[in-house]
């Protein structure tokens, strides 16, 4: 067994043959010793995943025939699309798995199989589940009502129609995780000490513990995390490899959604459509304002809403208004504040920016 995993790239995990054996005949001491050093080595979490990928398709590819000229070309367009040198990828292939498995027969399966991966959209849910290292329990809706379905740890998730759903047998580790494919709400029970994170078609949500809403259909050119209550970490899974991914991500409380766009990978961070008051109705019965500063009242909308909104205090330091916080929708009040104001609203990063020429 080498001890230096720490410093080795992909081909030099598919090269090694305790690596393999790990693939191919998994084991509970070989599974402890990968789990150990991946929380250990956290940084090499993507390569490892794609080497593993990588013999597994090997493994695959040897029903294969192909002739054995062809290997070296086929390789190294591989090579290139896996950011590798061609040359010891090559070399790795037909010094290590030509006994074993004809490399010339490998080579057009594995062709094919990167191929179709680096095409596919990142964290494809079919790919996701293949690649867990803990048995999974899938749920699929097939019925046309909604599905709640009960985890492990007493958290659960609300399953739309044609939407699938896997998630560890029992939370044990670290970590809790689970996969989707479609649309879900998610209450999360809380536990500081063990993350929950939800892993859909490109997009990594991870809470300590909250409700929201997750929308990743395949066919979808987007996905949609949106919060109901506390706070979610989102952030997109190519930046796995970063030892910190969540610093290339958005924090989002409640109100807030963010959209993640498949093709370009872009995180950008929206109110929702109509956000709710989060305050109860005693706390709303507080907020009626008599000739009051439109300050005050735009504090109180924020803390009503948990939304930033921002306006020029020494500008507007005049403006007063007599108002309360009733039945209408955040941008509904906004409206009438503005009109009253001969002001002007608009949404920034899920932030609300106020333009107006003051008050005499």
């Not at 037909?94 to 062709?111: C, D, E, R, T």
């Not at 044609?162 to 709400?185: C, M, P, Q």
């Not at 709710?276 to 304002?289: A, D, G, R, W």
Request: one cysteine or more; proline letters at 5%; hydrophobic letters at 40%.
């Amino acid at each position: 067994m080498n001890t230096s995993y720490a410093s080795y790239t992909i081909e030099d995990f598919i090269a090694d043959d305790y690596f393999i054996q790990s693939v191919k005949h998994p084991a509970p001491a070989s599974d402890a010793f990968w789990a150990d050093f991946l929380a250990k080595h956290p940084s090499q979490q993507e390569n490892v995943r794609r080497a593993r990928l990588g013999v597994e398709q090997l493994s695959v590819a040897a029903k294969h025939e192909v002739p054995f000229q062809e290997t070296p070309a086929i390789w190294s367009q591989i090579a290139k699309e896996l950011e590798e040198p061609p040359k010891r990828i090559v070399e790795i292939v037909l010094n290590f798995w030509k006994p074993a498995l004809a490399a010339a027969s490998v080579i057009i399966a594995l062709g094919l199989g990167w191929g179709w991966y680096k095409s596919a959209p990142k964290g494809k849910y079919e790919q996701l589940i293949s690649a867990a290292k803990s048995p999974l329990e899938e749920v699929a809706n097939t019925t046309s009502t909604n599905l709640t379905v009960n985890m492990p740890d007493g958290s659960h998730a609300i399953l739309k129609p044609e939407s699938k759903l896997s998630y560890t047998k029992s939370f044990t580790g670290n970590i809790r995780e689970v996969y989707l494919s479609g649309e879900a709400f998610f209450d999360v029970i809380k536990n500081p000490n063990k993350p929950f994170f939800v892993y859909a078609n490109g997009l990594i949500t991870k809470v300590l513990g909250t409700s929201f809403w997750v929308k990743a259909y395949e066919a979808d050119k987007q996905v949609t995390v949106l919060v109901k209550t506390g706070r979610v970490s989102v952030f997109a899974q190519k930046n796995t490899q970063n030892p910190d991914p969540e610093t290339n991500g958005l924090v989002l409380t409640p109100n807030q959604q963010v959209v993640f766009g498949k093709a370009d990978e872009r995180l950008t961070r929206k109110l929702i459509e109509r956000p709710v008051i989060l305050l109860s109705p005693q706390e709303l019965k507080q907020f009626s304002f008599t000739n009051a500063s439109v300050t005050d009242i735009f504090t109180a909308l924020e803390k009503a809403y948990g939304v930033d909104i921002v306006i020029d205090e020494e500008l507007m330091a005049n403006c007063t208004l007599t108002t309360t916080l009733s039945n209408e929708t955040l941008f509904e009040k906004l409206d009438i504040i503005c009109e009253a104001l001969e002001a002007t609203y608009k949404v920034v990063d899920a932030q609300v920016i106020i333009t107006s020429k003051g008050c005499n």
